[in-house]
């Protein structure tokens, strides 16, 4: 079984401030993570994924995610906010199984002040 | 960069009406997939499809869903009888092997 959980629905920051979206997961097995970002009425683009190679994982637009085994976490950063980052995120855990079983987090939504 | 596609963007139907959602997959993927998103939810999976049948499928996906590849390009996704509770945003996936899956943009189905 696994499972994701985003800590926070809503995260607001100022333009220019660091981002930090959390997310920790369970799995029986090794996982693969992602992050999937969703803008207003658009589809979900992938930002960045861990697949048991380096634990820090860069993606695009600037964000990173660091994959820390110990603490089943996976939480995604950017050092400065943009406006164009307001959005919706998702953490996304996977188990390899002949195809690839995907469980979506519940999102958090991103708000940048201007 | 090769992405998957989905027509139509937006599909308006009445309760009981069958509706067809299509996909195009990245073409040289062999996993497809859909989930469905209802308004304020998260993603849900419904349905895996490898070589030409169903790999596993959620509890969502009941006798009213199917889903098909009728030709090399095309992954569809039928409902037979729509309810008021299908409206949702439906998405598309495709993956190489048991890799990353990438989505398509999404077909916003209301059911009126």
């Known amino acids: 079984a696994q499972s994701v959980t985003q800590l926070d629905s809503h995260v607001s920051v100022s333009e220019g401030t660091p981002v930090l979206l959390r997310c920790n997961y369970s799995?029986?097995?090794?996982?693969?993570l992602f992050w999937y970002v969703q803008h207003p009425n658009k589809g979900l683009q992938l930002l960045l994924k861990y697949t048991s190679a380096a634990t820090l994982v860069k993606g695009i637009n600037g964000f990173e995610a660091e994959f820390k085994k110990s603490e089943t976490s996976f939480h995604l950063t950017k050092p400065s906010a943009h406006m164009s980052d307001a959005a919706e995120y998702f953490c996304v855990v996977s188990v390899s199984g002949g195809y690839q079983k995907v469980t979506f987090g519940t999102g958090t939504k991103l708000q940048v002040i201007p | 960069e090769p992405e998957v596609t989905q027509t139509p963007s937006h599909q308006v139907t009445q309760m009981g009406q069958e509706v067809i959602l299509r996909c195009v997959p990245i073409?040289?993927?062999?996993?497809f997939y859909w989930y469905r998103q209802i308004l304020g939810q998260k993603v849900e999976f419904l349905v895996s499809f490898y070589n030409n049948e169903i790999s596993e499928k959620s509890e969502i996906f009941d006798d009213q869903f199917s889903v098909e590849r009728p030709d090399g390009s095309n992954f569809t996704l039928k409902i037979r009888s729509t309810k008021l509770e299908d409206s949702a945003m439906y998405f598309c996936a495709s993956s190489r092997a048991e890799d990353t899956q990438y989505f398509g943009p999404g077909t916003r189905l209301t059911v009126l």
């Open positions: 073409s040289n993927h062999l996993y």
């Open positions: 799995s029986s097995y090794s996982p693969s």
